[in-house]
């Protein structure tokens, strides 16, 4: 069975500060994993992705994730929060079931940077 | 680079109406797939194609067909259309590597009204 869990719904930082976005994921099979990233009105960006090399994934705008298997989890982290940052996030779980990819998105996390 | 290309990027229709939707893949990608985001909704899986052959089947409703054309594009067909398919329609494509998990990079989407 495959499932993903985004455990916020609603993050709220200070502009500057850490972000931490949390993802669960579980999966049959050896997993590939991603987040993405959708703006007010816009399409879903990829941020970064992991597919079984090194655990520790940088992508775009300073973000990175760490892959932890034996937590089955997928954080998302960035140092220093900007304004910019503001959209939501889907965590997205992928993995090949009876020959075919199957995705499961996350429910998304809204991340708010105040000023 | 090139990305994908979503065609109308608005569309407004009335009750019992038809649509069509289009989607046209990065170059050399081979797999399409169409994703709907209701209100509010993360983006939920309708259906998908791999070779110009439907290769995967989410949630997508008897009312709607998709098909994927010898120049990999693909249209998604909508009638009957109700109040409840209002919603952005993602299509995203991919090249499909063997024994790998294949990275799908999304359109800007069609936003679908129906009045």
């Known amino acids: 069975a495959q499932s993903v869990t985004q455990l916020d719904s609603h993050v709220s930082v200070s502009e500057g500060t850490p972000v931490l976005l949390r993802c669960n994921y579980s999966s049959s099979y050896s997993p590939s994993l991603f987040w993405y990233v959708q703006h007010p009105n816009k399409g879903l960006q990829l941020l970064l992705k992991y597919t079984s090399a090194a655990t520790l994934v940088k992508g775009i705008n300073g973000f990175e994730a760490e892959f932890k298997k034996s937590e089955t989890s997928f954080h998302l982290t960035k140092p220093s929060a900007h304004m910019s940052d503001a959209a939501e996030y889907f965590c997205v779980v992928s993995d090949q079931s009876g020959g075919y990819q199957k995705v499961t998105f996350g429910t998304g996390t809204k991340l708010q940077v105040i000023p | 680079a090139a990305g994908v290309i979503q065609s109308p990027r608005h569309l407004i229709k009335e009750k019992r109406e038809t649509a069509t939707l289009k989607c046209y893949p990065i170059p050399r990608h081979d797999t399409v797939y169409w994703y709907q985001q209701g209100p509010g909704q993360d983006p939920q899986f309708l259906i998908s194609f791999y070779e110009k052959m439907q290769s995967d089947k989410g949630s997508i409703p008897d009312r709607f067909s998709a098909q994927q054309f010898s120049d990999y594009h693909s249209e998604l067909n909508m009638s009957s259309l109700e109040l409840g398919d209002s919603a952005l329609y993602f299509c995203?494509?991919?090249?499909?590597?063997?024994?790998?998990?294949?990275?799908?990079?999304f359109g800007p989407g069609t936003r679908l009204t129906v009045l």
């Open positions: 995203a494509s991919s090249l499909r590597l063997a024994g790998s998990t294949d990275t799908q990079y």
